[in-house]
Antibody, heavy 121, light 107 residues
């Protein structure tokens, strides 16, 4: 059974960079028909897909966040990470990492428990 | 981006009721539509993929239908554990987008 776990600071100051890591267990992030995604959920905007990375290193980002987002992958640690720069209060949300299965269809089949990140001074 | 609109935003139902939730896409997404269930404090959980395919382990009282722009999630004989918020998500065009959610509450 694949498990994902987010980690990182729960409080970030405005204008700084939010950094989160997702540790994957129960399977390798470099194998299979999977992408590795970040999704956030806030009261104001509901569920918002942030972006994803493939095992080969190809990334795709939400156009509304693209200028501020970087997703990277560390195969040696079986982890992938999110960096979101120049944060504001609007970036306050629960951040989830998730595995995206890709074949005929795409779907998110495994999710982390989520981590609340608050942007405040 | 493809906009996903769910209706209703919330509904009240009793155990044993049949519940129907609708999701509409702003353009055709064929059958690239997934449904998730989310309980308070938990991550969303996949129920249905490809509009009508039940994920392994999901009770058969859940079903999905539709194609193009209009989709439906039906829960037959609502059980106590089904009171939750349900989201649709399109998987036709990256960037993926979700509906705003439908909260199913106990009447």
């Amino acid at each position: 059974q694949v498990q994902l776990q987010e980690s990182g600071p729960g409080l970030v100051k405005p204008s700084q960079t939010l950094s989160l890591t997702c540790t994957v267990s129960g399977g390798s992030i470099t194998s299979g028909n999977y992408y590795w995604s970040w999704i956030r959920q806030s009261a104001g905007k509901g569920l918002e897909w942030i972006g994803r990375m493939s095992p080969s290193g190809t990334t795709k980002y939400n156009p509304s966040l693209q200028s501020r987002v970087t997703i990277s992958l560390d195969a040696s640690k079986n982890q992938f990470s999110l960096r979101l720069s120049s944060v504001t209060a609007a970036d306050t949300a629960v951040y989830y990492c998730a595995r995206e299965y890709t074949y005929t269809y795409n779907w998110f089949d495994f999710w982390g428990q989520g981590t609340l990140v608050t942007v405040s001074s | 981006d493809i906009q996903m609109t769910q209706s209703p935003s919330s509904l009240s139902a009793s155990v044993g009721d049949r519940v129907t939730i609708t999701c509409r896409a702003s353009q055709s997404i064929y059958i690239y539509l997934n449904w998730y269930q989310q309980k308070p404090g938990k991550a969303p959980n996949l129920l249905i993929y490809g509009a009508s395919n039940l994920r392994s382990g999901v009770p058969s009282r859940f079903s999905g239908s539709g194609s193009g722009t209009d989709f439906t999630l039906t829960v037959n004989s609502l059980q106590p554990e089904d009171f939750a918020t349900y989201y649709c998500q399109q998987s036709h065009s990256v960037s993926w987008t979700f509906g705003q959610g439908t909260k199913v509450e106990i009447k």
